[in-house]
């Protein structure tokens, strides 16, 4: 049974750091593509980063590009969204999810089709206050 549990989420003023982290269990970690994706309060959801298989290439949403960076541990099965120079705008849920097919090198990593990913976590809950 695939599981991503996402930890790491709090409250933290403007300016702040957070670190999210997402432990991935079922299914064989390094093989697939990763992505963060965030759901702010009453709007859509938002892919915001994604990861290569390996780890090598990333990608990112031009609203965190600069301020946030996406890394995984093969080893730990777990992926990692550090966010530095947080905004209010940055307030949501924040989602870890396994891409549906196993990374093939063509920038997958890059996808952002909510129908290119199969599962996703929970959730964390993240606000900053201005």
């Known amino acids: 049974e695939v599981q991503l549990v996402e930890s790491g989420g709090g409250l933290v003023q403007s300016g702040g750091s957070l670190k999210l982290s997402c432990e991935a269990s079922?299914?064989?970690?390094?093989?697939?593509?990763m992505a963060w994706v965030r759901q702010p309060p009453g709007k859509g959801q938002e892919w915001i980063a994604g990861?290569?298989?390996?780890?090598?290439?990333?990608d990112y949403a031009d609203s965190v590009k600069g301020r946030f960076t996406i890394s995984r541990d093969n080893a730990k099965n777990t992926l990692y969204l550090q966010m530095n120079n947080l905004r209010p705008e940055d307030t949501a849920t924040y989602y870890c999810?396994?891409?549906?097919?196993?990374?093939?090198?063509?920038?997958?990593?890059?996808?952002?089709?909510?129908?290119?990913?199969?599962?996703w976590g929970q959730g964390t809950q993240v606000a900053v206050s201005s």
């Open positions: 999810q396994k891409a549906r097919k196993r990374d093939t090198g063509y920038y997958g990593y890059s996808d952002r089709r909510p129908d290119e990913y199969d599962y």
């Open positions: 079922g299914f064989a970690f390094s093989d697939y593509v």
């Open positions: 990861i290569s298989s390996g780890g090598g290439s990333t």
